[in-house]
C-alpha cells in the first residue's frame, strides 16, 4: 500500500444532507479501506446520490485509481509507522503526518458514528471533520 504524500485537509465521512450519516452503511471493515468504499459506492448508488455528499470518500476517489479512504486499522499502522513514513514524504515536500491531528477513517460504528484516531480510538460523529489521508493499494 502507499500512502498519500499530501494530507486531503479536514473533512467530514459524510455531510449532513446524506442519507449514509444517520444510519450504517455497511463500511464495518477495520484492516480494508478499499472495502468500505465499495460498500459506500454501493450505498451512494443505491440511494441515487452524489459523492460530493460524502467528502472524505470523493477527495480520495478525486487523486485516481486505486485510491481509497483508509479502514481505522490503517491509518493506526500509519500513525505508528509516521516516522518512517515521513522521511519519504519529505523527499517529496509532501505533508508530514502529526501525531497531533485527528486522522478519519472510513469504518462506521454504531448508528450514526465513524471510527477517527488520535491513539486513542475515539469516535466522531460522520458530519464532523477530521484530516484525510489516502491510500492506494498496488
Known amino acids: 500500500r502507499v500512502v498519500a504524500n499530501k494530507t486531503l485537509g479536514q473533512l467530514s465521512w459524510g455531510d449532513v444532507r446524506s442519507k449514509g450519516r444517520t444510519v ?13 468504499m465499495e460498500i459506500v459506492k454501493a450505498f ?17 476517489l478525486d487523486l485516481g485509481k486505486g485510491w481509497y ?7 493506526e499502522t500509519i500513525k505508528k509507522y509516521r516516522v518512517d513514513i515521513n522521511v519519504n514524504i519529505a523527499n517529496k515536500s509532501g505533508d508530514l503526518i502529526s501525531d497531533e491531528l485527528v486522522y478519519g477513517s472510513s469504518t462506521e460504528r454504531g448508528t450514526s458514528r465513524v471510527t477517527d484516531y488520535r491513539g486513542t480510538g475515539e469516535f466522531i460523529d460522520k458530519d464532523s471533520p477530521a484530516e484525510v489521508r489516502a491510500v492506494r493499494a498496488y
Open 24 to 36: 450504517i452503511v455497511g463500511a464495518k471493515d477495520t484492516i480494508n479501506g478499499a472495502v468500505n
Open 44 to 60: 451512494v448508488e443505491d440511494k441515487g446520490e452524489s459523492w460530493s455528499l460524502y467528502p472524505s470518500f470523493q477527495a480520495c
Open 69 to 75: 479512504y483508509p479502514a481505522i486499522k490503517e491509518i
